[in-house]
């Protein structure tokens, strides 16, 4: 497994590989890897000759009160992690590496003010924004996004749709502990009483998941999740919404594909969780 860490070392790997004819998947990823990384490595491995895993904490998606200073990383252990997995090229760049000051930024207005787009304003414009760079270092025939971030996977679907990536888009599952808990490298900020508290997020999706049914309102669906989650003295409701699972805004009635989808405070911690009700 090679680590590249310029844009023209990557892009050089990638063309001798096409030249080859192979075929290329991208996971792209902000580190600190765990199961949920791990589950769209795997697939990328099953469905491509080559993987390639990009590795960066990137700074555009975080707004000027986020954590992007504490966010957590342990490059030493991804790359080990991703060799164990088979991939055959990290890319990991520092930020000079990626942006210039200053710099064109991707969007998508609608489905990005929505959900998480309106607690984190500048959120998506920089996830499109880096999604895209990424998707034009690499040209993957194949990228990889995980369903726990739904939202950013709606987002990712229609940027490629409207700006004619000529990329195929995989979604994968989400993958929790044991207990429930979506796994997610933003767990490890929880003490151990708030990783007990955090449990009410995935709960709350069970009973969702219990609740819903073709032709029932809204309402019925969130108020007990919303309920589960109120009687959890640590936690503290950003949104719990449910929304069409194209277009990201809000529906009454379930008369059509949803996603169902929450964020939740435990302590200073955001966490997010969801899941999908297809028609
Ligand atoms: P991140 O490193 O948090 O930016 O995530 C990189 C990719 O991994 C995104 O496509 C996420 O949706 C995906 N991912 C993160 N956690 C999980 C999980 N628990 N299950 C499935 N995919 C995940």
Known sequence: ????????????????????????????????????????IRKCREENDRVVV?????????????????????????SELCDSLGADLIF??????MYTDPHAFVSIDTLSETLCGKTRPIHF??????????????????????????QQLAI??????????????????IIREED??????RNTYLSPEERQAALCL????????????TGCSADFVLAPMKGLIEAEPLAKIDYVSMVDALTMQPVE??????????????????????FSYEI
């Not at 990712?156 to 599952?173: A, S």
């Open 202 to 213: 995935s709960r709350a999706v069970k009973k969702g998941q219990e609740l819903i049914s």
């Open 92 to 97: 990991h760049p520092e930020p000079e590496e």
């Open 156 to 173: 990712i679907r229609k940027m490629v749709q409207d700006l004619n990536f000529d990329i195929r888009i995989v979604g994968c599952p």
């Open 54 to 78: 990009s590795v960066f904490v990137n700074p555009t998606q975080f707004g000027p009160n986020e954590d992007l200073e504490a966010y957590p990383r342990d490059f030493k252990r991804d």
């Open 180 to 185: 429930g808990l979506a796994k997610s490298s």
């Open 253 to 274: 009635t379930v008369d059509r594909s949803v996603l169902i989808a929450m964020a939740v405070y435990i302590g200073k911690t955001r966490l997010i969780d969801n």
């Open 1 to 40: 497994m090679k680590v590249a860490t310029t844009i023209k070392e990557t892009r050089e790997l990638v063309k001798a590989w096409k030249r080859e004819g192979l075929s290329v998947g991208l996971v792209p990823t902000m580190g600190y890897l765990h199961e949920g990384h791990a589950s769209l």
């Open 125 to 150: 414009k920089g996830v499109c924004t880096v999604v895209s760079k990424l998707f034009n270092i690499v040209q993957p025939d194949n990228a990889y996004f995980g369903q726990k971030d739904a």
